[in-house]
């Protein structure tokens, strides 16, 4: 299959490959290319949206894909960010990205693409200082901040109780140390499944009493599965 974009309908097994992302600046190519998939509920429809992260300008040109136009559409405007993550994180209506602010003082922040507004927001980051990267997920339909960094490791990562609002960034508490967490997608009402270290192992962390309480110190099952061998 050749490189590009694909909708899938995994329901009724259709396949539908994008058209190729046109380059905004063709003398300049971008250096890296941002995309995300999400459902616009003001419209009815689903969108891609791809960013092209220009590093000699330090600006990301986003565009618009949708079904019923079967094109691309450039967003006129230039949002000052560089961008070092690939894939974006639909929620809540938008689509997310790490990134960081451009200028003498630049500051590690959330770039939000809002689907209905087509329009670019920042959402700050909890205090986690500048020694380690922040990668960013979802923890039960919230916004959520694991760390790492090089040969280091943590007990923590952060939730974002009320979307959109810094304040509500709240400190969540795991007593397995790791160099790399993310949150698997799934979860039921005591439990979380989440993949823990470069070696893809796989844990439940159960919540204590409610979820944005911190987690106890003993209440955690770790799960020796390799995901390539069931089904991921």
């Not at 039921?188 to 993949?195: E, G, I, Q, R």
């Amino acid at each position: 299959m050749r490189r590009g974009f694909y909708l899938v309908n995994p329901a009724t097994r259709e396949m539908k490959k994008v058209p190729k992302t046109p380059s905004w600046r063709p003398v300049r190519p971008f250096c890296l290319s941002l995309c995300g998939f999400g459902f616009d509920s003001s419209t009815n429809e689903y969108k891609v949206v791809n960013g092209q992260v220009y590093s000699d300008i330090n600006v990301i040109v986003f565009s618009v894909y949708t079904l019923k136009t079967d094109s691309w559409r450039k967003i006129e405007c230039f949002s000052p960010y560089h961008a070092y993550w690939f894939q974006g994180i639909f929620l809540n209506g938008a689509i997310h990205w790490s990134a960081t602010t451009v200028g003498d003082r630049s500051s590690s922040v959330i770039v939000s693409f809002l689907l209905a507004e087509e329009e670019v927001r920042e959402i700050r980051l909890p205090p986690i200082g500048d020694t380690c990267l922040a990668n960013l997920g979802v923890f039960r339909d919230c916004l959520c901040i694991t760390l790492a960094g090089i040969d280091q490791t943590f007990n923590e990562f952060w939730v974002m109780k009320e979307y959109g609002v810094s304040e509500s960034w709240t400190r969540m508490r795991v007593s397995m140390p790791y160099h790399q967490l993310s949150h698997f997608g799934f979860s039921t009402k005591s439990h979380d499944l989440m993949v823990c270290g470069s070696s893809l192992r796989l844990q439940f962390v159960l919540r204590v009493a409610f979820f944005f309480s911190e987690l106890n110190a003993k209440s955690y099952h770790r799960l020796e599965y390799d995901i390539s061998k069931i089904g991921v």
